[in-house]
C-alpha cells in the first residue's frame, strides 16, 4: 500500500482526532479567559465577585489570588485572607492559616475550618424564620463592618457563638456573622457576588471587610489539595486488590482466548471478474450520455433482424417487405421501424416495448 | 505455550480469594506465584509435541470437484509420556476441511490415526498447511504446542458435471456405427470387413470381384473412420477468466470449455480416435499427447490449470498445434469469441491451422448478457438490452467471420456447451470431416 492510499485510508479517523483537538483548545482557551463560577475574582457572571475585586482595586487595595497554603503562609497583618471556599482547606492550609498574622475572614466554614480557626463558634440549625424573613435588623455587636452595613440580607450557615468569639446580627441563639479575635465568620458568599453586591448593606459589609489592609489575598483552596484523601483511599481494600486480581485474570483470559491452534493459512486465490462487466458498463454510458438516437437504431437493427428471421428474408429486406403482415399495422411498423429518435427515455422504453409487440405479432 | 480456560477461570476464582480474604499486595503475588507455579508443573508435566512422530497416510488425494475426501495423519508417540489433547490439520481455506480440530490421546509407545474431511471448492493441487498439535499438562492449566509441516497434497480434479450427457453420446456413436455397417461407402467410411450377402443388404455394396472367389454372394461393410486425431486445445488466457452466469454464482469460462473438453475426450476416446490436450496462454500450461487413456490424464493435467490475466499468444498456439499434430486432425479451439481478440489474435493465424486441420472454435457465451438483452420497462434496463443486443450483434459477426472463412464454431452458454460441442463432433465424424 503506498502513503497516499494509507493517508486516504486514514483520513476519517484522522478528521474525527483533529476534530476533538481544536474543540478542546476552544473550550479551553474560552474557559481561560473569563472565569466562571461562585466567588471567582475575575467573574463577570452572576455568581463571580469580579465587581467588588474591581471596586477594591479602584479603591488602591491590592488584590491577589492564591490557591495553594504556601501562598497565604507569607501573609502579614497589612493583608486580608478572604477564604473562599473553607471547606476545601485540608489540614496543611488550616495551619497556615492559623499561624498567618493577617486578617481572616472564612465564607460559609465548615466544622473542621471552625474548629481550628475560630473558638468559640460552631454550626448551628438555621431557625427557620431566619431564612425567610431575610433582612435581619440591627448588627448588635462592635465590628466596624457590620455598623457600616446596618440591615442586612444574609441567608445560608449560622452558627453559635461563645467567648471569646462575639456574633453579630443574632437572633435566637445563633448568628450568621461571628468575629473571634482577627477572623471573621460569614454564613452566606452571596453578599460578595456580582448578583447581590448592590442589596441592602452588603457592599459596605464587603467592602469594610476586605477594605481594611491595603492588600487583600483571595485564597481559593484548590479542591483535593493539601491532603485530601483520595477515592482510591476509600475504596475498600478487598475490592481494590480484588480488582487488580481480576485485571491480572482478564490478562489471563485474553491468552488463553488469543493463542491459536496453529497459524493462520493464506491462499492464493484466482481474479472473479464478471465477464458481463463491460456490457453494463457500455449501458452506463449509453444512458449517462442520453443516446437515444443510437439506442432506438440499435433497437431498431435487432428488431429488423428478428423479423427478417421470422420471415425468412435477408436481414437487409426492405421495410415494407418486413412489415407486410396485416394493412392496418403496415404504418404503425413502418413508423416503429424508421420513424425518429425518441425524445426521452420514456418514449425509448415505449419504442422497445411496441417493436417486442410487432416481432410477436408477425407470423 | 498455551493457557487453557482452566487457568482463566482460576485466575477469576483468585481475585475472589484476594477481595474476601486477604486484600494486600501479598495476596495478589501469593496467588500469581501459586498460579505460575501450577503452570510451570502442566507444562513440565505435560506430554511433547515435538517428540511425537508425525506422517501422512497418503501422500496425494486426488478428489473431483464438490466431493468428499479423506485425509489421515497418523500420530506416533515414542516418548514415555502419553500426550492428550488436541491436533488440527491445517489445509488452505479453498480446500473445506471444515471440523480440522481433533482431540488427541496417545499413550506412550502407541499410534493413533486422525481423519480430516475434505471439501475443496476450488479446482487445483493444493499442499497440506501445518500440523499442530497440543499437548495438556496433567492439570489442565497449560500445554505445550508445536506446529510442523507434514507435507501432503490434495488434487482437485475438475467436476465433469457433463458426464450425465455421455451414455446419450456414446449410443449416437455406437448407432453411428452400427448404421455404417449396412450401407454404402461414404465419406468418413472406411473398410471394414468382408461377410456374405443377407436379404435386405444393399445391392450396390456386393463386391463381385469377392463373389467370384466364393461360393456365395459377399459384400463389404463399412465402419466410420477410425483412428483419427482430435487434439482439444484450451485458450487459458484473459478471455478465460471472466466470470459468466448471473450474479454471484458466476464461474469463469474456463471451467465450462474444460467440462466440455473432458466429454469431448471422453467421448472420442470411446469412438476410437486419438484425443490430444494444449492448454495455452502465453506458455504451454498443461499437454496431454499420446496417452493411452485420455481421460484421467487429461483431467490430472487439467487440475491446477488456472485462467491468467494475460492476451492469449496465438501465434504460438497456432505454432504449437502445428508442430504436436503432425497428421490431418480435428482442432478443436475453446477461446473467448469476443471482436478484437479473434480480429488480433486468432484470424491471422487462420490460414495455416485451415490448411493442415479442420478447426472447431467452441466459444462461451455469457447468460447473464443474454438476460440482459431481455430487459425492458425502465431507462435503465433498456439501456442494458442496447447494450447487450450491441454485444450479441459482435458476437454473431464474429461467428459469421469465422464461418467464412470455413472455421466450425459453437457458442453456447455454459451448461448447453459440452452437449453442443459433443454434438458437433459427432456430425462431424459423421459427414467425416475429421
Known amino acids: 500500500m503506498t502513503l497516499r492510499r494509507r493517508l486516504r485510508r486514514a483520513r476519517g479517523p484522522l478528521l474525527v482526532g483533529a476534530l476533538v483537538v481544536v474543540a478542546g483548545l476552544v473550550l479551553a482557551l474560552a474557559g481561560a479567559r473569563a472565569g466562571q463560577g461562585l466567588l471567582e475574582p475575575g467573574g463577570v457572571d452572576p455568581a463571580g465577585s469580579g465587581a467588588l475585586v474591581a471596586v477594591l482595586r479602584e479603591q488602591g487595595v491590592r488584590v491577589d489570588v492564591a490557591t495553594r497554603p504556601e501562598d497565604v503562609v507569607g501573609a502579614g497583618p497589612d493583608t486580608t485572607v478572604l477564604v473562599a471556599f473553607p471547606a476545601r482547606l485540608g489540614p496543611t492550609g488550616r495551619l497556615a492559616l492559623a499561624h498567618a498574622g493577617a486578617d481572616v475572614v472564612l465564607v460559609a466554614p465548615d466544622g473542621a475550618a471552625l474548629e481550628d480557626l475560630v473558638p468559640g463558634v460552631r454550626a448551628a440549625q438555621a431557625p427557620p424564620d431566619l431564612l425567610t424573613t431575610g433582612v435581619v435588623p440591627a448588627p448588635g455587636c462592635p465590628l466596624p463592618a457590620a455598623l457600616a452595613a446596618g440591615p442586612l440580607a444574609l441567608d445560608g450557615a449560622v452558627y453559635e457563638v461563645a467567648p471569646p468569639a462575639v456574633g453579630c446580627y443574632a437572633a435566637e441563639g445563633v448568628a450568621p456573622l461571628a468575629v473571634s479575635g482577627r477572623t471573621v465568620v460569614l454564613g452566606s458568599a452571596t453578599p460578595f457576588t456580582n448578583e447581590a453586591l448592590d442589596r441592602a448593606g452588603n457592599a459596605a459589609l464587603t467592602m469594610t471587610l476586605l477594605g481594611a489592609h491595603p492588600r487583600v489575598l483571595w485564597y481559593l483552596p484548590e479542591p483535593g489539595a493539601g491532603g485530601e484523601t483520595s477515592l482510591v483511599d476509600l475504596v475498600p481494600r478487598g475490592w481494590l486488590w480484588g480488582t487488580v486480581m481480576l485485571l491480572l485474570a482478564g490478562g489471563v483470559t485474553a491468552l488463553w482466548r488469543g493463542r491459536r491452534l496453529g497459524p493462520v493459512v493464506a491462499e492464493r486465490l484466482p481474479v472473479r471478474v464478471a465477464a458481463a462487466e463491460t456490457t453494463r458498463g457500455r449501458a452506463a454510458l449509453y444512458r449517462r450520455l442520453g443516446a437515444r438516437g443510437r439506442a432506438a437504431a440499435i433497437l431498431r437493427a435487432d428488431a429488423r433482424r428478428r423479423l427478417a428471421a421470422r420471415r425468412g428474408l435477408p436481414p437487409d429486406a426492405p421495410t415494407e417487405a418486413l412489415a407486410a403482415a396485416p394493412e392496418t399495422l403496415r404504418a404503425a411498423a413502418k413508423d416503429l421501424l424508421e420513424g425518429p429518435d425518441p425524445t426521452d427515455d420514456a418514449a425509448l422504453v415505449r419504442l422497445a416495448d411496441e417493436l417486442d409487440r410487432l416481432v410477436r405479432s408477425t407470423p | ?434
Request: hydrophobic residues 50%; contains cysteine.
Open chain 2, 1 to 434: 505455550m498455551a493457557l487453557s480456560g482452566r487457568a482463566a477461570l482460576a485466575a477469576v476464582v483468585g481475585a475472589l480469594v484476594v477481595g474476601l480474604l486477604v486484600p494486600s499486595v501479598a495476596g495478589v503475588l501469593g496467588i500469581v506465584a501459586a498460579l505460575l507455579v501450577a503452570v510451570v508443573i502442566d507444562l513440565v508435566r505435560a506430554g511433547s509435541p515435538a517428540a511425537l512422530h508425525l506422517e501422512r497416510a497418503e501422500e496425494l488425494v486426488q478428489v473431483r470437484l464438490s466431493e468428499e475426501a479423506a485425509t489421515t495423519v497418523v500420530v506416533v508417540n515414542p516418548s514415555r509420556r502419553r500426550v492428550v489433547g488436541l491436533v488440527r490439520d491445517a489445509w488452505p481455506p479453498s480446500c473445506g476441511a471444515a471440523g480440522d480440530v481433533h482431540r488427541l490421546d496417545v499413550p506412550a509407545g502407541e499410534r493413533r490415526r486422525v481423519t480430516t474431511t475434505l471439501r475443496p471448492t476450488r479446482r487445483g493441487e493444493h499442499a497440506a498447511a501445518t500440523v499442530t498439535v497440543r499437548a495438556w499438562g496433567p492439570l489442565g492449566l497449560a500445554a505445550r504446542q508445536r506446529s510442523r509441516a507434514v507435507p501432503g497434497r490434495v488434487r482437485v480434479l475438475p467436476e465433469f458435471a457433463s458426464r450425465r450427457h455421455l451414455p446419450s453420446r456414446l449410443a449416437r456413436l455406437r448407432e453411428l456405427d452400427g448404421r455404417r455397417a449396412v450401407q454404402v461407402r461414404e465419406a468418413g467410411t472406411e473398410f471394414d470387413s468382408l461377410r456374405e450377402y443377407v436379404r435386405g443388404d444393399d445391392v450396390r455394396s456386393i463386391d463381385w470381384r469377392a463373389s467370384a472367389r466364393s461360393t456365395d454372394l459377399v459384400v463389404r461393410t463399412w465402419r466410420p473412420e477410425r483412428d483419427r486425431h482430435v487434439l482439444v486445445v484450451l485458450d487459458t488466457g484473459r478471455t478465460a477468466a471472466g466470470l459468466v452466469g448471473e450474479g454471484t454464482s458466476g464461474a469463469p469460462r474456463l471451467d465450462a470449455s474444460l467440462d466440455a473438453a473432458l466429454l469431448l475426450a471422453a467421448l472420442a476416446a470411446r469412438g476410437g480416435d486419438r484425443v490430444d490436450l494444449l492448454a495455452v496462454d502465453r506458455a504451454v500450461r498443461a499437454s496431454v499427447i499420446g496417452a493411452r487413456d485420455p481421460l484421467p490424464a487429461m483431467t490430472a493435467a487439467l487440475s491446477g490449470v488456472e485462467p491468467t490475466l494475460v492476451e492469449t499468444d496465438m501465434r504460438l498456439l497456432a505454432a504449437t498445434v502445428l508442430t504436436r499434430a503432425s497428421r490431418r486432425s480435428l482442432v478443436v479451439l475453446f477461446t473467448g469469441l469476443d471482436d478484437a481478440a479473434v480480429a488480433e489474435g486468432l484470424e491471422p493465424v487462420l490460414g495455416p491451422l485451415l490448411h493442415r486441420h479442420t478447426l472447431l472454435v467452441a466459444g462461451v457465451a455469457d447468460p447473464a448478457v443474454a438476460s440482459l438483452a431481455l430487459g425492458r420497462g425502465s431507462g435503465e434496463a433498456v439501456y442494458g438490452a442496447v447494450a447487450a443486443t450491441v454485444a450479441a450483434e459482435e458476437r454473431r459477426a464474429v461467428v459469421g467471420r469465422l464461418q467464412r472463412r470455413g472455421v466450425e464454431v459453437v457458442d453456447a452458454p455454459p451448461d448447453e456447451l459440452a452437449p453442443a460441442v459433443a454434438d458437433r463432433y459427432l456430425a462431424l465424424k459423421a459427414r467425416g470431416r475429421l
